[in-house]
Structures are given as C-alpha cells and as structure tokens.
C-alpha cells in the first residue's frame, strides 16, 4: 500500500474510534479543550497546616500520619568526586515502587499508547500528558481513600495484557532517596475503550508533542526513552518516526553500526565501573533541624542562601483525580535548569558525550548522565563551580541547536521546576577535551545502557526527545 493510501486508511479508521487522532491539529484541540474545561486549584499553605502531614519527631522530619507516600528528610553528603566535597540538603525518602505504564495496541496497523491527560500539582501548567499509568503503591492500594487508577489492571493482573517492557528505573538522584519506579509498556489485542481524559497516540504524534512545551510529562518521557523499537546496531534504517508512527529513513540520526563505535560496550562497562569504584558518596542521615544552611519553620524548609530548592506545602482540589482533595508537600525550585546533550559526528556516526553523575539518592553509586544538567542556570552560570560545557549551551554559535525544549520535572513531587533540555551538534574536528569521567557514546549504546538501569532520567529524558525536533507536525 503506498504512503497516501496508507495515511487515508489510518483517518478513515480513526473516525469509528473514541479517543483517537489522525492529525496534531486534532490532538492539540482535543488537549486544549480538556485544559479549558477541567479546572483545578492548588492554593500554597504552610507546612504545619497541611491535612495529615506533620512534623514527626527523633529525627525531625516530615511526614504523613498514614506511615504510607513519603517524607522529607535531611541528609549530609560526603565524596570525593566534583568540586563541592560535603553538604547538607533535604531529601525524599519514598521507599515504595511506583508505576509508570503505558497500554499499547495496534489501531489501523498502527502500534498506539494510551496517555492520560493528568493534572499534577506541581505542573507549571497544571495539565500534561502522562502514561496511562501514573502511581505510587500507596496510591494504587488506595491509602489516600479515593478509587484506584484506572487501567491499572492491565499492569497489575498477570495475563491481561503481553509485556513488552517491564523495568525497574532510577528517579532523579539528587531529590530522592534511592527511589525506583517500575517503568511498563503491555499491549492488548483487543479494544479498549478510552476514558474522556485519555487518548490513543502514535510514538510519531508523542514525538511531535515532545517538540513543545510542557506537553509531555517527565513520566511519560522516561517510559517512551525505553521503547524496544528496534536495536539501532542491528537496524542501521532505525530513524524518526513519521506522522502515524511508521519509521522513515533520516540522515540526522543515522544510528551506528558495531563498526563504527568509538568504543566497544565492554570498554563502556569497564569506564563505568571504574567511576564506581574510584568515587564513593557517603549519605548519613540527619534531623531536618540539623542540617547546616537550612532553615525549617512552619511555613517552608529553605536554604538560608535563596540558592537551591526550599519545601512548601499546598492544598489540591482536582475534580479528575482518583482523590479530589488533598494536601502535600512540593519542592519548590526558583528559575529554570538545563539538561543537554553534546553530540558529534565521529566516523561518520553521531555520538553524545555522556558523563559520570554521583549524586546522593543514586542506589548503585555512578550513573550514565547527560554532558549538562545544571538547576537554576541563571544564578549558577557566572559562578566558579559553573558546570563543565555549559557555554556550548548558553551560546548558540558554538554548535547547531537539534533539540531545544522546556520540560517539567515530575510535578507530583515538584513545584514549577522546569529545565531546558537541549541536544547541541558542533561541527566534526573540532572535539573538546574530554575529562576521565566523561564518554562519548552513540545513541544505541546509550540506548542499551539505559534498558540496564544505568542511564540516569535526565538522560533519559533526553532520549526520549531525540527526534522530536524533525518529526513531522
């Protein structure tokens, strides 16, 4: 069938079915119209006044009465690795596993996944899209007294659906404890129907998504950044997706063959596992009053600089929620961050420059992150500790810009933190000295690394971008 006949088969199809798109036109007007209709409202209040939330006692810190969700804890953190050697911050200590899941069927020939329009508190825009599935175990088993996720049987019943991806996955380091989430993508064979508040997408129309703003949640971008396509080493055609979700041939990301590695995946291992080894970070907990800078009061925990992120606490009414009401505490960040990727073509291959990252909440020690990912740039980016390449950021004469994006962090935990994900080409013979905790990787290899738990979510959720800035609208 040829690429036109294909395309009307796909709308005609989409016409019979609820929840389903041919077009970004129709996506858009079918998102804007549930942000218009469906209002919420998340109102700051202090700490001591939030429902259920206390400040419990030896050590301080804060929790909820339940024992269930998170605290907030205090941490110090000691290594050897960077150039900041102790400090003390607040931390998330949310030992349970949560679930990211995405439901996929074929419509029309088309492989489609379920996404959610969600609210989250800490959403800057309030509304994104989020994986079908979108919950923590105290959720789920409905400790907050509201009903449970819907689809969720889909990831949790064995049998009802066929697994495709089923992996457990690192959050950010530097905000939370050690925590993981399972990453899911099952498919059924049979329909289902879609809620009002969800939609069938193709990866072509997510990837097109990706290329706006604070569309996409950070959720969903790390389930989409592990989707088993097909491996790029084996499928050197393995390229953007096109509009409905069939791949095409792009000369931008020409994946690489074995052969033209800069270096082999034994060698990758052996790096990592040096860093792992070399560097240690030692994490000793502390009382929320005792941490050096910081100040806790019934209003907010915050650093007594005005640098870093602080603690707030909000209330939440969501009429789309499976609890209606609730209270929490957020971390709140001031200005936006940036996470970026350098790329190049070596050898006729592009390949990204990944960095060693050793942050406090990392369960393995060091992990594969991307060259940049630095919060509140602004405030940071004259400073002496400024990071490594920024400037290839900053200043668009130094490179071809391919991805340029604001993105929200996971905003039921975080308050307005946005960075700036950006993927930068520079030109071929002009390599930058690389540090020893730096590599450069092609797109497969840190495509495997990331399916083995060993690629970070920023990075992570920059993989996800790639292709979103060409991907047809």
Request: proline fraction near 6%; glycine fraction near 8%; hydrophobic fraction near 40%.
């Amino acid at each position: 069938m040829s690429s036109a006949r294909a395309r009307l088969s796909f709308s005609r199809s989409c016409r019979a079915l609820s929840g389903v798109f041919a077009d970004m036109d129709a996506v858009m007007a079918w998102f804007s119209a549930k942000d218009r209709r469906d209002r919420f409202t998340v109102r700051r209040v202090p700490l001591t006044a939030l429902d259920r939330w206390i400040y419990l006692q030896d050590p301080l810190r804060l929790g909820h009465r339940s024992g269930k969700f998170f605290t907030i804890e205090g941490i110090r953190a000691r290594t050897d690795f960077g150039p900041v050697p102790s400090w003390d911050q607040p931390i998330i200590n949310q030992p349970e596993v949560g679930i990211l899941g995405l439901l996929a069927r074929e419509i029309g020939g088309v492989l489609h996944f379920l996404m959610q329009a969600k609210m989250e508190p800490g959403n800057v825009n309030v509304l994104q899209l989020s994986p079908t599935v979108q919950a923590t175990r105290s959720n789920y088993s409905r400790v907050h007294g509201g009903h449970a996720p819907r689809y969720l049987e889909y990831f949790a019943e064995p049998g009802r659906a066929r697994v495709l991806l089923d992996q457990l996955q690192p959050e950010q380091g530097a905000r939370f404890l050690y925590k993981r989430n399972r990453n899911m993508v099952v498919q059924v064979d049979h329909d289902v129907p879609a809620h009002e508040d969800f939609c069938w997408l193709t990866l072509g129309q997510i990837k097109s998504l990706l290329a706006r703003d604070n569309i996409v949640n950070m959720d969903a971008r790390t389930v989409v950044s592990l989707i088993p396509m097909s491996d790029p080493d084996e499928s050197p055609d393995y390229g953007l997706l096109d509009g409905v979700g069939g791949f095409r041939r792009d000369a931008y990301l020409s994946f690489c063959r074995s052969d033209r590695e800069r270096h082999s995946m034994d060698a990758i291992m052996t790096w990592l596992t040096e860093g792992k080894a070399r560097h240690a970070m030692q994490v000793t907990p502390l009382p929320l009053d005792g941490l050096r800078g910081w100040q806790v009061t019934d209003d907010a925990i915050f650093h007594e600089t005005g640098l870093y992120f602080s603690v707030i606490g909000v209330d939440v009414e969501a009429r789309t929620r499976e609890a209606t009401r609730w209270s929490q505490p957020l971390l709140h960040h001031q200005g936006e961050g940036l996470v970026g990727f350098l790329c190049q073509r070596q050898g006729g291959t592009l390949h990204f420059l990944a960095r060693g990252s050793l942050e406090p909440g990392n369960r393995d020690g060091m992990q594969i992150g991307p060259t940049v990912a630095c919060s509140e740039v602004a405030a940071r980016a004259n400073r002496v500790c400024a990071p490594r390449f920024l400037e290839h950021f900053l200043d668009a004469s130094r490179g071809m810009v391919r991805y340029d994006a604001v993105q929200s962090e996971e905003g039921g935990r975080f308050h307005h933190f946005c960075n700036r994900y950006m993927i930068v080409e520079i030109p071929p013979g002009q390599e930058p000295p690389v540090p020893e905790h730096y590599i450069w990787l092609t797109l497969g290899q840190l495509w495997r690394m990331a399916r083995h738990g060993h690629v970070n979510i920023e990075a992570r959720n920059l993989l996800a971008c790639l292709g979103a800035e060409e991907n047809p609208q």
